[in-house]
């Protein structure tokens, strides 16, 4: 059975956030197309918290500075139209129906099978490596497993084609 989800929402601590998250539903739901698995569910969101708080101010800034849907609502009106909160007369709550939840090991699946079909080889289950963190140097609890260095610095941002996001991993068997 899967465990709980994780939370995907619009909104945000901070409006430069919103735009990469809007590109991250595309893409869960074009993964989600692409291996006609259900990865994101649109669930809507509240959060809660005082008025003039960072949660509340937050994503109030972003939903105004996107144009994203959103409701403010008091305390009295979440106790209305849901019961199982119980909050304080000074809490408010900011309602975007844009809120969802990610399947964490449906996501994890879906892209372990989008690898292969690109191509990649799979090591799991390998035996791990032993060495203080920060070290390059390691040793191995079997030939099968898979050494690997995290880069020394990183080339490329995040999210652009050709980016270094991982470590250089080499097999000890292969020499390479």
């Not at 030939?143 to 084609?161: I, N």
Request: charged fraction near 20%; glycine fraction near 8%; aromatic fraction near 4%.
């Amino acid at each position: 059975m899967a465990k709980a989800a994780s939370f995907a929402k619009h909104t945000s601590k901070h409006p430069d956030y919103v735009p990469l998250l809007q590109r991250a539903y595309e893409q869960w739901r074009a993964l989600q197309e692409e291996c006609h698995a259900s990865l994101l569910i649109m669930t809507g969101g509240l959060m809660i918290g005082p008025r003039d708080g960072v949660l509340v101010q937050g994503a109030l800034a972003s939903a105004r500075a996107h144009n994203l849907p959103h409701e403010l609502i008091s305390a009295d009106e979440i106790q209305h139209r849901f019961p199982p909160f119980r909050v304080s007369p000074e809490m408010v709550a900011v309602q975007e129906p844009n809120a969802g939840v990610l399947h964490p090991e449906a996501c994890i699946r879906a892209h372990l099978d989008g690898a292969t079909t690109a191509g990649a080889m799979l090591r799991l289950r390998n035996r791990s490596c032993s060495g203080r963190p920060g070290s390059t140097r390691r040793r191995a609890d079997d030939e099968r497993a898979v050494l690997c260095r995290p880069p020394r610095h990183h080339s490329g941002r995040l999210g652009t084609p050709g980016a270094r996001c991982a470590g250089i991993c080499r097999s000890k068997s292969s020499g390479t």
